[in-house]
Each structure stands twice: as structure tokens, then as C-alpha cells.
Nanobody, 127 residues
Framework: QVQLVESGGGLVQPVGSLSLSCAAS????????IGWFRQAPGKEREGVSCISSKDGSTNYADSVKGRFTISRDNAKNTVLLQMNSLKPEDTAVYYC????????????????????WGQGTQVTVSS
């Protein structure tokens, strides 16, 4: 069974940190670029970050640049999203998704072409 499973979400205070994990089963993650997306209530889905399958190059939304770090461990079939200096506006459901290509591409944040999606994990930043 092909699936992506996110974990690591929760409640954190502003300026705190969380580490999200995206674990793949049923397919080899190494062949896919992986994106993280988020959606807050009443807002459209937003691309957060992407990591290529070719060389591990990364992309970030301006809103998270310098605070979030994406990485991958192909041996463990896992992608991580380290989130530091969290802000209340980071509150959302976070999803990981896989697209079968070497590079994220210039439009990685649009979510188009991603064939596998996880069920999401809630991140709430609040005091």
C-alpha cells in the first residue's frame, strides 16, 4: 500500500520549535521530489518547502526562509521539516507530498503533479 504519513505536529509556544517527519511506504522515496504544504482554516493551501531527489537541493517559501529546514534520509525513506522560531501565523495542517521527478521545479509551491499526499498533521503555535 502506497502512503505518506506525517508525524510530529502539536502545540508549541511562539519562538518554539517542532520537527515534522514524512515517512513513505510502498514506494521508494529517493526517486521523488518531496514537498511540504500547509493549509490554515479559511486559507488556501500554501507551499512551504521542497527538496529534490537529484541532489537534495531545497526551496522555501519566503515566509519560512531562515526558520525552516527540509532534509531527507533516503535510507529511512523519510523527509524531515525542522521548524524553528515558530510564529502564530505558522498554525496550519501540514502535509507532505511526492512528485515523480528529479527536481522540485520553479512552480513547486503550486502542488501540481504531486501524486502522493499524506493525511496531514496539525501544528498550532499559541501561547
Amino acid at each position: 500500500q502506497v502512503q505518506l504519513v506525517e508525524s510530529g505536529g502539536g502545540l508549541v509556544q511562539p519562538v518554539g520549535s517542532l520537527s515534522l517527519s514524512c515517512a513513505a511506504s510502498g514506494f521508494t522515496l529517493a526517486s521523488y521530489a518531496i514537498g511540504w504544504f500547509r493549509q490554515a482554516p479559511g486559507k488556501e493551501r500554501e507551499g512551504v518547502s521542497c527538496i529534490s531527489s537529484k541532489d537534495g537541493s531545497t526551496n522555501y517559501a519566503d515566509s519560512v526562509k531562515g526558520r525552516f529546514t527540509i532534509s531527507r534520509d533516503n535510507a529511512k525513506n523519510t523527509v524531515l521539516l525542522q521548524m524553528n522560531s515558530l510564529k502564530p501565523e505558522d498554525t496550519a495542517v501540514y502535509y507532505c507530498a511526492a512528485v515523480y521527478r528529479a527536481w522540485c521545479g520553479s512552480n513547486w509551491y503550486g502542488g501540481y503533479g504531486y501524486v502522493y499526499w499524506g493525511q496531514g498533521t496539525q501544528v498550532t503555535v499559541s501561547s
